[in-house]
């Protein structure tokens, strides 16, 4: 009966177990990915309550995301035991977030720092729209200041634990002088308002920790044992937090990774790894060295590449596990090659035709660098219907910029398109508020008429005051000249999406946009004008999006994960396809940039983090060419790709890469294995490479690969008639039972009712 308590501990190995039995006083896990550090801590937990060392509501175990913590909850409620515990004790109350449990602590000490128990919590937005008033009583030229930029210096601040009369003197220059003045009326105005915005939960936290000893002393005592994970990534507030709750019992056990700490950037400190061993002088560190995640080779591309980072605390790696595939490399031609390319490699590992057991598709993941990288997947696996789920964020065609930017292109191609109107009339802000509208809506409700003729007729009629006048005009001459281009003999449907985006003033809105999520809004509107190119014209474009939204996977069991390398943090895959190593993507420009190599040591613990995900495939890739800022661009392979121990990587050809002329460049010298590949300077010398750099500006040949559109008449409506058999590059063979125009409802074989475009499918009998 006894020994069956200690299951959890049967499957450690030894030094997993040492760590989880050294229960009290100090104790630091380094150790690289893999080895079980999150496992160790979960059997930390099933560990105290077993022996009785406290109940479950005395474990502060702090987690990253509010998913790892329902993750670890769920795993230890199934083990036996351990449930009763938790049972018994009402749960783990104070297992999630940093910022979820201070939620909780400062909900019942609100009034020590001016705040009532029920004090809201303002999001980025409404974190802005204060300090844009805020910025404008003070009387900033917020063209010059932004408020976004104060904004990322409060947060910086916040992070660091300064409140305003603790920022030292050297940012007194920060904000024009004026950061420091403004910090502290925004902390009152919060006040006034009983509000805080995200930095404030730790802040305040904190500071009721060091001015009311009674308050800390309460949780001292109630937080018996304390746990945190990924402690790498904690920022100076958390980590004095944390201290502060151990000072008195220093029952904390802090795990991490030095090698993954990425998140510099928002102000983690890898230096909280070597503060803690200075403040805990007894701590007892514990290293893991044995991986049970990755394969033999996956492993050893991965300590490859990070042994290239100086100012490592180092630490040895091994598997006992078999060498397994190599790390597979292969280059393309451009992204949507790339997308196309994983898209069939997933479909036919789920199908276990590649050499490997079937992998479903929710074992499957997709880490990108950055998230505007997402679209081409999203549109590929949407073509194919290929199940997916993105994490962290919207799909690509939900997210709020690209809805704005297809309004616009829906009044272009249909100027009665009364929604798209509603959407962007006054977006960006053309003066035009909520009486200005509802005089258009009653005059074009009054003359039946769209919304777009209502204007004009408000116009005529002078009923609109003010700049909001001109503006509107602006707006409707500029959606009429849209309009009209698009039955111009010369129509080029993405210089138009261009000019759309531009004389609408929508792209300067978030050019002039300081928030952190601006640029990569701009680098979703640059994915969106690629995402033209596959199609004619701007209304093919907008049919394959509805139908594409329509034909919707949501409901899928399995879908294959699209998510940052950031957010993947903690999690594995048995199978990762890891896109875009290329210089300027992957390291990020900015990091190539910046002098000093600290924040490409970032990137390439970033690229360590990606790799180590892996379970049994990993698949790194690349594209010759992306278009960026509307330019077709030739891409050189990511510099962390030459640092991928050759050994351990293979290199796989593409199809359709080779010949053509382009072929060598594309490849950059990759030939059959990383040894005898032509050096970078011989292919960058070739004829090849040249002549590719010399067609830049133009839209590189792409090669045939497959036909996607197959053209039947592009202007008559469906030549089809009910009951007709078609066949559909994805779905198959199936019969036409209902025509809406140029939109076919078709009942295939095996993939049931789609509505299809009528130019995607051939009659049966010409397959
Ligand atoms: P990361 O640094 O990526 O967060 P980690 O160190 O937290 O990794 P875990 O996620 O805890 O590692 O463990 C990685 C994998 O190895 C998990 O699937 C886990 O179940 C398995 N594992 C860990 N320790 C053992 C062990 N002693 N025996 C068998 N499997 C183990
Ligand atoms: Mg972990």
């Known amino acids: 009966q006894a020994a069956q308590n200690f299951d959890y501990l049967n499957d450690l190995n030894s030094a997993q177990r040492a760590a989880v039995e050294a229960l009290d006083g100090p104790v630091l896990m380094l150790a690289g990915a893999g080895t079980g550090k999150t496992k160790a801590l979960m059997a930390r937990v099933a560990h105290l309550l077993t022996l009785g060392k406290c109940t479950s509501r005395e474990i502060l175990a702090v987690t990253f995301t509010n998913k790892a913590a329902r993750e670890m909850k769920d795993r230890l409620h199934r083990t036996p035991f351990v449930l009763q515990h938790l049972l018994r004790d009402h749960g783990l109350q104070w297992m999630g977030t940093f910022h979820a449990i201070s939620v909780k602590i400062l909900r019942r000490h609100a009034e020590l720092v001016g705040l009532k128990p029920n004090f809201t919590i303002l999001d980025t937005d409404d974190q802005l729209r204060l300090l844009k008033q805020l910025v404008l009583a003070a009387n900033i030229d917020e063209k010059r200041w932004p408020a976004r930029m104060l904004a990322g210096l409060i947060d910086g601040w916040k992070n660091r634990a300064w409140t305003p009369e603790k920022v030292p003197s050297s940012e007194a220059s920060a904000y024009n002088n004026r950061g420091t003045e403004l910090y502290a009326a925004y902390q009152d105005r919060l006040k006034t308002l009983n509000a805080t915005d995200f930095g404030d939960l730790l802040l305040h936290c904190v500071m009721i920790f060091q001015n009311y000893p009674d308050v800390l002393q309460q949780y001292q005592r109630w937080f018996r044992y304390i746990l945190v994970d990924e402690y790498q990534d904690t920022n100076v507030a958390q980590y004095l937090w944390l201290r502060l709750l151990a000072q008195a019992h220093k029952n904390i056990c802090c795990v991490g990774d030095d090698d993954q700490s990425i998140y510099g950037w928002r102000g983690a400190e890898v230096g909280n790894i070597l503060r803690f061993e200075k403040d805990f002088p007894s701590a007892q560190v514990i290293r893991l060295e044995q991986n049970y995640r990755s394969t033999g080779h996956i492993l050893a591309a991965a300590s490859g590449l990070i042994a290239k980072n100086a100012g490592r605390l180092g630490k040895t790696l091994w598997t006992a596990g078999a060498l397994g595939e190599k790390v597979r490399l292969i280059g393309h031609w451009d992204g949507e090659e790339e997308a196309r390319w994983i898209g069939e490699e997933i479909e036919a590992i789920q199908r276990g035709t590649r050499g490997m057991e079937p992998v479903d598709l929710n074992r499957q993941a997709i880490l990108v660098r950055a998230s505007h990288q997402m679209r ?294 990759f030939g059959s294995s990383l040894e005898d590949r032509v050096s970078k300077a011989d292919v960058y010398n070739s004829p090849g490479w040249r002549r590719m750099q010399e067609n830049q500006s133009h839209r590189p040949i792409r090669q045939p690969v497959e036909a996607r559109h197959v053209v039947i008449d592009a202007e008559a409506l469906s030549p089809y008639v009910l009951g007709d058999r078609v066949f559909h590059q994805k779905f198959g063979y199936g019969e036409i039972v209902g025509i809406e125009g140029d939109k076919l409802d078709v009942e295939f074989d095996r993939a049931g009712l789609k509505k299809v475009v009528a130019r995607w499918v051939i009659p049966a009998d010409q397959v």
């Open 376 to 669: 081409a997947f999203e549109d590929r696996f949407l073509t194919i219907g290929l199940p997916y789920r993105v994490i962290g964020g919207p799909r690509f065609y939900e997210r709020q910029e690209i809805r704005d930017a297809m309004a616009y292109f829906r009044l272009a191609v249909s100027p009665d398109d009364d929604l798209a109107f509603e959407r962007v009339v006054n977006l960006p802000k053309r003066g035009l508020g909520d009486t200005a509208q509802s005089k258009i809506n009653v005059l074009a409700r009054a003359a039946g008429v769209p919304l777009l003729d209502g204007a004009r007729e408000a116009l005529a009629k002078g009923v609109i005051p003010g700049k909001g006048a001109a503006q509107l005009r602006a707006f409707v001459e500029g959606v009429d000249r849209w309009h009209a281009a698009t039955f111009h003999p010369e129509y080029d449907h993405i210089r138009l999406a261009e000019t759309i985006l531009d004389e609408s003033g929508y792209t300067e809105m978030w050019q002039n946009d300081k928030t952190p999520e601006a640029p990569g809004r701009l680098d979703n509107l640059k994915e969106l004008v690629k995402a033209l190119e596959q199609f004619d014209n701007l209304q093919g474009f907008l049919e394959h999006v509805s139908l594409i939204m329509d034909n919707d996977t949501e409901g899928a069991e399995e879908k294959v994960t699209i998510m940052t390398l950031h957010a993947a943090k903690g999690l594995e895959f048995p199978v990762v396809f890891l896109p875009g190593w290329e210089d300027g993507l992957f390291p990020s420009q900015r990091s190539m940039d910046e002098s000093g190599v600290k924040g490409l040591e970032e990137e390439r613990r970033l690229a360590y983090v990606g790799i180590t995900r892996a379970e049994e495939l990993c698949t790194i890739s690349f594209a010759s060419n992306r278009r960026v800022y509307g330019q077709w661009q030739s891409q050189l392979p990511s510099r962390f790709i030459d640092e991928l121990p050759p050994d351990h990587v293979e290199v796989l050809t593409a199809p359709g890469l080779y010949g053509g002329g382009y072929g060598a460049a594309a490849q950059v010298g």
